[in-house]
């Protein structure tokens, strides 16, 4: 089974979706090409807030939500955005981060960033497929 070694479902998806269809079903609606992403973030900038404490539409959202663009990839699975939890560590940082070490990011899933400039409290990383080739696209919420 594919699943990211630091994050539950329950940071991963609205909780009304898991109350509707299950943890395995809900499971089965994220794409796993971005677990790897997760957890290399993770490892590199310490706890990072997606879903809880009063977030719930940071990872995958109900197809009905209000919330961001209709075509979102956050509807596909295909998307989190990040908050990290270590004092010190901001977004910018991890956007930098990510940009420096594109090749590695790739790797690890990200084909897609939203400008930080637009989300200065969060970091929005999608695996969401693009024909850019090999580069991070970075798009505008
Ligand atoms: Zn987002």
């Not at 790897?36 to 490892?43: F, S």
Request: hydrophobic share 35%; glycine share 8%; with cysteine.
């Amino acid at each position: 089974m594919n699943r990211p070694r630091y994050f539950t479902i329950h940071e991963l998806a609205d909780p009304s979706i898991i109350k509707e269809v299950g943890e395995e079903a809900t499971w089965g609606q994220l794409d796993p090409q971005l677990f790897p992403a997760l957890d290399w973030l993770r490892e590199v900038f310490g706890p990072l807030r997606i879903n809880g404490g009063g977030y719930k539409e940071s990872g995958l959202r109900r197809k009905d939500t209000k919330t961001g663009s209709p075509r979102s990839a956050h509807k596909a699975g295909q998307a989190y955005d990040l908050k990290p939890l270590n004092k010190g560590v901001d977004v910018k940082a991890m956007y930098n981060y990510i940009l420096t070490n594109e090749a590695e990011a790739m790797r690890h899933g990200i084909t897609e960033l939203e400008n930080i400039i637009d989300t200065p409290t969060w970091l929005h990383i999608s695996c969401r497929p693009h024909t850019l080739g090999n580069r991070i696209r970075i798009v505008r919420p």
